[in-house]
């Protein structure tokens, strides 16, 4: 079944005249994972309205250290992360349902964000969060959809009204990585197109600010 894509927005240019950034956060160990795969749906989408992505897949994430709150010096790969969701516009998070709730690979990378908590705009704060779940069965979906919202709510961020929720038990995407079904398809591109119209409201805010 061809996929069909929800319309999405064009971006507005930022302040500062650069597109916006949208960052996603997401997948597993295993390379080619189905939430990965799903994450970068999104992105394409994303970036089909004007924006400029950058991917932090699970290859990346594997590599992040267990988060330590003592004090201590970041490691290059927690630097990379948390500038890199610093100066975003917007993030996406993706994660596979385990036991009813997040990877610990995502948690970890989200309890990285603790290393912002002295800066003047710490965690997510302020920024459209769109979220996405991978699971094999829906009760799982839901719950850990519901745990991720929470986890964005706590690093104050605004999860999007629409989050998007997999079945994982059928085949999901093609050889292409393209989404077999066209309703997967337009709840990720949905969740695309409501963290850029954040996005965009804030840059067009900060534009009448300046």
Known sequence: ????????????????????????????????????????????????????????????????????????????????????????????????????SISGVIKNALDTLELTRTDERPYLSGKPVGTIITADGWQAAGTTLMALRAIIHALRGWPTPFGAALNAGGRLFDEAGECCDAKDAWQLTTVADQVMEFANMRSGKARDLA
Do not use: C, N, W
Request: hydrophobic share 45%.
């Open 1 to 100: 079944m061809a996929a069909v894509a929800a319309e999405v927005k064009t971006a507005s240019p930022r302040a500062d005249g650069r597109r916006p950034l949208i960052v996603g956060i997401g997948g597993t160990v295993r390379a080619g994972s189905s939430t990965e795969r799903a994450l970068g749906v999104a992105l394409r989408a994303a970036e089909a309205a004007g924006a400029e992505t950058r991917l932090f897949g699970g290859a990346f994430l594997a590599t992040l250290p267990i988060f330590d709150p003592r004090p201590g010096g970041p490691t290059p790969e927690q630097l990379e992360l948390t500038r890199a969701v610093a100066a975003a516009d917007g993030v996406i998070v993706a994660s596979p349902g385990y036991h009813g």
